[in-house]
C-alpha cells in the first residue's frame, strides 16, 4: 500500500502561471482534504472532500480551486498563481464512521511562486 | 481565539529522559477528537495518538501517551524514554463535531530536540 501520494514533489512557477497539484489514496477512503503549511506554522485546509461528488471549502480557499475525480484522486488546481501561494500543499484522506475518522497525509508538494 | 494552542515554541530533552510537549483546545461542541502529529525534517506529516472526547481512558501508543484533562481542556503528549529521532516539529490537532469533512484545526507546533 502506498497510502496518500502527491505529485510533484516540488514546483516553482512565476507569477500568474497555472497549474494542478495531484492526490491518489489506495486506502478506499471517502473522505479527502488539501491542507497548507506555511513556514513555522500548521497546516490550514483549503478544500476538503467529504465522499465522492462532493467537494467544500474550508479556511483559506480562496486562489484554490478542487476536483474530486473519482473515491481515490482529489486534484487542488492554481488558476493564476501568486507569491502569497507558495507553500507546502499537503493531502490527507480518512474514513469516515470509524470512531477515530484519522487523516493520513501525503508528503508534500512543496510549491515557490516567484 | 485559538482553538488549538500549543505554547512551547521548542523544547530540549535528554536522551532516554521522557518529555510533556502542551496542547490547550478550545470547543463547545461535546463530541470532539484530538490529534497528535509528528513532523520530522524531511517534512511528511506522521499520525501518532488519538483521544475522543469521550474516551475515559487516557489514549496510549507504544511510547507516546496522552494525557488528556477534559476539564481543563487540554491533551498534552507525552513521550517516555525520548530518542534522538523523536527529534521534529509535534503538532496538535483537534477534530469538531462529526460534521461532513471533519476537517483538522492544527495549532502552532512545538520543535522537539533530543540531545545525545
Known amino acids: 500500500n502506498a497510502g496518500v501520494t502527491q505529485t510533484p514533489k516540488f514546483q516553482v512557477l512565476k507569477t500568474g502561471q497555472s497549474m494542478t497539484l495531484q492526490c491518489a489514496q489506495d486506502?478506499?477512503?471517502?473522505?479527502m482534504y488539501w491542507y497548507r503549511q506555511d513556514p513555522g506554522m500548521g497546516l490550514r485546509l483549503i478544500y476538503y472532500?467529504?465522499?465522492?461528488?462532493?467537494?467544500d471549502k474550508g479556511e483559506v480557499p480562496n486562489g484554490y480551486n478542487v476536483s474530486r475525480l473519482n473515491k481515490r484522486e482529489f486534484s487542488l488546481r492554481l488558476e493564476s498563481a501568486a507569491p502569497s501561494q507558495t507553500s507546502v500543499y499537503f493531502c490527507?484522506?480518512?474514513?469516515?464512521?470509524?470512531?477515530?475518522?484519522?487523516?493520513?497525509f501525503g508528503p508534500g508538494t512543496r510549491l515557490t511562486v516567484l | 481565539a485559538q482553538k488549538i494552542t500549543q505554547t512551547q515554541p521548542g523544547m530540549f530533552v535528554q536522551e532516554k529522559e521522557a518529555v510533556t510537549l502542551d496542547c490547550t483546545y478550545d470547543?463547545?461542541?461535546?463530541?470532539?477528537?484530538l490529534f497528535w502529529y509528528k513532523q520530522p525534517s524531511s517534512g511528511e506529516m506522521i499520525f501518532l495518538i488519538y483521544?475522543?472526547?469521550?474516551?475515559?481512558q487516557n489514549a496510549t501508543e507504544g511510547r507516546y501517551s496522552l494525557n488528556f484533562q477534559k476539564a481543563r481542556k487540554s491533551a498534552n503528549l507525552v513521550i517516555s524514554a525520548s530518542q534522538l529521532g523523536d527529534s521534529a516539529m509535534y503538532f496538535c490537532?483537534?477534530?469538531?463535531?462529526?460534521?461532513?469533512?471533519?476537517?483538522?484545526?492544527f495549532g502552532g507546533g512545538t520543535r522537539l530536540m533530543v540531545k545525545p
Open positions: 483521544q475522543g472526547s469521550y474516551d475515559e
Open positions: 472532500s467529504a465522499s465522492e461528488g462532493t467537494t
Open positions: 486506502m478506499n477512503h471517502n473522505s
Open positions: 470547543t463547545s461542541d461535546q463530541s470532539y477528537g
Open positions: 490537532a483537534m477534530r469538531e463535531g462529526w460534521n461532513a469533512g471533519n476537517m483538522l484545526t
Open positions: 490527507a484522506s480518512s474514513e469516515r464512521g470509524v470512531s477515530t475518522d484519522t487523516q493520513y
